[in-house]
Nanobody, 128 residues
Framework: QEQLVESGGGLVQPGGSLRLSCAAS????????ICWFRQVPGKEREGVSC????????YYANSVKGRFTISRDNAKNTVYLHMNSLNPEETAVYYC?????????????????????WGQGNRVTVRV
């Protein structure tokens, strides 16, 4: 049974950093694309960053390029999102997700409807 478990969210000051973790079970992350989405209250869920299967190619929303880094640790079967220089407007619930299809190359921007398995969400609050 495919499952994603997220951790690492919390309260951070503006300009601070957090690392989110997405631990997978029931599948091997190096064979599947994984994307991070975030949802601000009252707004649509949007793609933040993705990592492709096999080659680990990364994709980022323009708003986070240079500040966020997605990575994969195959030994731990976990994908991470390192977030630096966080802004208050990036307060949101962050989700990781993966499609049913193995070895699929993500399109940018990702559509939430293309992703079948989701973590429970991690709330990130950026404020003083």
């Amino acid at each position: 049974q495919e499952q994603l478990v997220e951790s690492g969210g919390g309260l951070v000051q503006p300009g601070g950093s957090l690392r989110l973790s997405c631990a997978a079970s029931g599948f091997t992350v190096d064979y599947y694309a994984i994307c991070w989405f975030r949802q601000v209250p009252g707004k649509e869920r949007e793609g933040v960053s993705c990592i492709s299967a096999d080659d680990g190619r990364s994709y980022y929303a323009n708003s986070v390029k240079g500040r966020f880094t997605i990575s994969r640790d195959n030994a731990k079967n976990t994908v991470y999102l390192h977030m630096n220089s966080l802004n208050p407007e990036e307060t949101a619930v962050y989700y990781c997700a993966t499609p049913r299809r193995a070895r699929w190359t993500p399109q940018w921007p990702p559509s939430k409807y293309e992703y079948d398995y989701w973590g429970q969400g991690n709330r990130v609050t950026v404020r003083v």
